[in-house]
């Protein structure tokens, strides 16, 4: 790293020229034996050069000193000026600003999720995600950050692959990470780090060979994804069942448009009326005009298109189908307290 790279050039500008006056201040004053004050006094009229009277008279020795800070400490004072300039010009100070308020805001995150790679697949899983979840992105192409900054998401620019920019991205305090950089030893390498780092996270990781998927899940990974394994089962498909899978593409959203129907889990908390009640007494369907697919129940257990006798436990997570608004009638339902 250069000494002057930004954006540490200008705090250490302002350290540097602090030292420098401090020589001055520090020469003139055992010197000539002034006072504190007429020693920073000629020291700053001496590096500024703006040309005022001496604030008395030079000995021989100070006339030397003079000479020596003027050619070590006027060059740098323009310089520095220089670089101020530059900087305000070119907005550095604007994005230095910006990349505080981002880091303030991913330190303010807790159980949000973490996407590793902003290739092919990682731009569509954040047009995906939308707005809807708390998302830091890790991409090293600085090229790529105009995209980034579009997606409105926070984001670091820095390689996913150390563990220092997992820690920025707060891995420790994160819900789950997707891992879908190019190279398999890539993504294995940040499952085996991201799950040193925290061993309750989820991660989601991309596989481009049959043996990668061994090895991301003996690395910690809890579900490993085949880009093109699933572009091959969705090609046979169109040509097995093009209905099927025309009707699925509707059903998951991929913008801001509400009449499509998205698949959607929601957990039914302790507190929610929802618990305790037979799916004929909770009446979902006709209240917020959703379809039921599935009971996942806190044990674990799987139960596909339930009875209307099923009952609703609290901590199970219900898997439905709907438009955006009958999703969120069911949420806020869901989200109620029960009367004690």
Known sequence: MKFFSYPNQVVRGIILTSLILLVGTIGYWLIEDWSLLDSLYMSIITLTTVGFSETHSLSPQGRIFTIFLLVIGVGFILYMFTVLSEVIVSGRIESFLDKRKMEKQIADFRGHYI???????????????????????????????????????????????????????????????????????????????????????????????????KRLKRAGADHVVSPYEIGARRMALLLAKPTVIDFLSESVRTGNI???????????????????????????????????????????????????????????????????????????????????
Do not use: W
């Open 115 to 213: 996407l590793a790679g902003f290739g092919r697949i990682g731009t569509i899983i954040a047009q995906i995600l939308g707005n809807d979840f708390p998302l830091v992105i890790l991409e090293k192409d600085r090229d790529r950050q105009h995209e980034l900054e579009e997606t409105g998401h926070p984001f670091i620019l820095e390689d996913a692959s150390h563990s220092q920019a997992l820690k920025r991205a707060g891995v420790e305090r994160a819900q789950a990470l997707v891992t879908a950089l190019p190279t398999d030893a890539d993504n294995v390498y940040i499952t085996l780090t991201a799950k040193e780092l925290n061993p309750d996270i989820m991660i989601i990781a991309r596989a481009d060979h049959a043996d990668a998927q």
């Open 258 to 340: 509400d009449r499509l129907l998205e698949l959607e889990e929601i957990k039914v908390e302790p507190a929610s009326p929802l618990a305790g009640q037979t799916l004929i007494e909770a009446n979902l369907s006709e209240r917020c005009n959703i379809i039921l697919l599935s009971i996942k129940k806190k044990s674990g257990e799987e139960i596909f298109n339930p009875r209307y006798m099923e009952e609703i436990g609290k901590g199970d997570t219900l898997l439905v189908l709907g438009e955006s608004d009958a999703l969120k009638c069911l949420r806020e339902i869901s989200s109620q307290r029960s009367l004690p």
